[in-house]
């Protein structure tokens, strides 16, 4: 753990406020999420310099698209890199074989022993956000760690001083941040990756509230989860509805859409085949598998079309060509239509080719 996980980021700086404890960032493929991921990640952590107050006021930064605001996300970058390689912020990227012992921690081969084949116990990315949180939340105790923290809480609790403990503490859990970015949260099984420390993380249990829950890791190890600690995950509607998500998962974390933006489409022509076919898609599939815009930023229409699109609606439709075809069509009342389905081709091999 780094000595001081501040230090980079001394100067003045301005942090967002009225930061959810766990939040995801959802929407269709293509709108933003990663990359408003580094936006919120700085603001969080005290990188912003501008007077944005919320994760909301972030995720709208971009409405204009200005120089400006490119310089914002710039700036947001800078900080989300200082930030990260001090530890102020951590990032994981969720698959369907991620699993407790990578996310939490268990058994690893000891590589240090050469003679035997012997396992050590390895903590994971979420015990080491964790920790790096608590430290940073010890005023005057620079080197504490999750379980210094909790034998100390412990041995009042035994004392009979428990009651008023999380009042009493030198620990300042409002102030410095520590970010944990979980990439595609909803691609794991969350149920399998947390196990039970699912409900450490509600704002009510963790380090520092009146109702701190601890539990045993399967080490032996005290474990809790400090209030600085901030959970924001993302995930892509087009994989799964927010109605198919884990219960657990849906209970204890709040939830920012991103949709697709058609005002920083600024080419008119592609602007127009934007529209068209998301509105054909929202009306055969819905919202959750719309095509966001920055699939659209790009500067060549038939890369970006057969590219990424083509690819794209092939999967959502399972490879029928016809259905494909009739997301392009422009069914739009009371305006000049275009006709770019007659753009679209099918080679010999049967796969769909833009030559518009």
């Known amino acids: 753990i780094p000595k001081d996980l501040s230090s980079p980021l001394k100067e003045k700086r301005y942090g967002l406020k009225n930061i959810p404890p766990n939040f995801i960032l959802f929407g269709p493929p293509g709108t933003g999420k990663t990359y408003k991921t580094v936006d919120i990640a700085a603001g969080i952590i005290g990188g912003i310099k501008d007077g944005i107050d919320s994760v909301e006021e972030i995720i709208n930064v971009d409405e204009k698209n200005t120089s400006e605001e490119k310089k914002f996300h710039e700036d947001n970058t800078k900080a989300f890199n200082i930030a990260f390689n001090g530890g102020r912020i951590h990032f994981v990227t969720f698959h369907q074989n991620y699993s407790y012992e990578e996310f939490v921690g268990g058994l690893r081969p000891d590589e240090n022993n050469e003679d035997k084949l012997r396992f050590k116990w390895k903590p994971g990315i979420f015990i080491k956000a964790c920790s790096h949180a608590l430290e940073l939340a010890a005023n005057e105790k620079p080197n504490e760690t999750v379980q210094g923290y909790l034998e100390n809480w412990f041995l009042n609790k035994c004392k009979g001083k428990d009651s008023d403990f999380h009042e ?124 966001g815009h920055s699939y659209f930023m790009e500067e060549d229409l038939k890369t ?53």
Request: hydrophobic content about 40%.
């Open 168 to 291: 009493k503490n030198k620990y300042d859990f409002l102030s410095e941040k520590v970010v944990l970015i979980i990439d595609e949260i909803n691609r794991a099984n969350i149920s399998r990756v947390f196990g039970e420390l699912i409900t450490l993380i509600e704002d009510d249990k963790r380090i520092g509230a009146k109702h701190q829950l601890i539990l045993t890791l399967p080490n032996g190890e005290k474990f809790g989860v400090p209030r600085n600690l901030i959970i924001m995950g993302t995930m892509n509607t087009a994989d799964k509805s927010l109605a198919l998500l884990d219960v657990a998962l849906r209970r204890r974390f709040e939830f920012k859409g991103l949709f697709p933006k058609e005002n920083l489409v600024k080419d008119e022509k592609k602007k127009k085949l934007f529209k068209i076919i998301n509105n054909n898609i929202l009306k055969k599939k819905g919202r959750d598998f719309q095509i």
């Open 304 to 356: 970006i079309i057969n590219g990424k699109v083509l690819p794209l609606l092939n999967e959502y439709f399972r490879g029928d060509n016809k259905k494909i075809k009739e997301v392009f069509t422009d069914t739009r009342k009371d305006t000049k239509k275009i006709e770019p389905q007659n753009d679209i081709e099918e080679t010999d091999g049967g796969v769909l080719k833009f030559v518009g």
